[in-house]
């Protein structure tokens, strides 16, 4: 069974400031970990990936996530907002191998970016 | 090139219409999804297709028709809805491969039920 849980359904910041989304996963099989992007009445977009190896994953538009197994996290991060960066962000789980083959979705956190 | 292509962009129906939306893409993929995603939530899965084959169907009602004719295309054929079926219809495509989970999304179909 995997779960995600997105602290903060609403994440406010100024342009310029450091983005931090916070994704805790729980997964009975090692997981593999997913943020997505999705823009106001567009689809979802990928923004970066953990499946094996380095922990530390870079994404697209200077995103980054780290994963810590010991406390079960996956936080995205952004040194610096820019306006562009308002959007939904969700956080997915996957279990890897087998024929584990669905997403688990959080319920998402929306970013404002204020100027 | 990772795009999945999904037509029409719009689509208003009344509860007597029947329409199908089209899902496209050209990698190659074997797996490919429908999803459901209502205002301010994530998406919720309806179908699976793995290799032309249903794989998964997430009780979703009959009114849901989904067709996978080839291993690019997906459809999903629409019937007597109802105004709560109104939603943001995304299609997705995975590899198939073990160990190959990324899905890509398509930019969805927004659907109003009258």
């Known amino acids: 069974a995997q779960s995600v849980t997105q602290l903060g359904s609403h994440v406010s910041v100024s342009e310029g400031a450091l983005v931090l989304l916070r994704c805790n996963y729980s997964?009975?099989?090692?997981?593999?970990l997913f943020w997505y992007v999705q823009y106001p009445n567009q689809g979802l977009q990928l923004l970066l990936k953990?499946?094996?190896?380095?922990?530390l994953v870079k994404g697209i538009n200077g995103f980054e996530a780290e994963f810590k197994k010991s406390e079960t996290s996956f936080h995205l991060t952004k040194p610096s907002a820019h306006m562009s960066d308002a959007a939904e962000y969700f956080c997915a789980v996957s279990g890897s191998g087998g024929s584990n083959y669905k997403l688990t979705f959080g319920k998402g956190t929306l970013l404002t970016v204020n100027p | 090139d990772t795009e999945v292509t999904q037509t029409p962009k719009h689509l208003v129906m009344g509860m007597t219409n029947k329409k199908s939306l089209k899902c496209e893409q050209h990698m190659g993929h074997r797996a490919m999804y429908w999803y459901k995603q209502k205002a301010k939530k994530p998406p919720e899965l309806m179908f699976v297709y793995s290799y032309e084959k249903l794989s998964i169907n997430e009780s979703v009602p009959s009114r849901f028709s989904p067709e996978c004719p080839n291993s690019s295309l997906l459809n999903l054929h629409l019937h007597a809805l109802q105004p709560e079926d109104s939603a943001l219809y995304l299609c997705?495509?995975?590899?198939?491969?073990?160990?190959?989970?990324?899905?890509?999304f398509g930019p969805g179909t927004r659907l109003l039920v009258l």
């Open positions: 997964s009975s099989v090692p997981p593999y």
């Open positions: 953990y499946t094996t190896g380095a922990t």
């Open positions: 997705a495509s995975r590899k198939g491969l073990a160990g190959e989970e990324t899905q890509y």
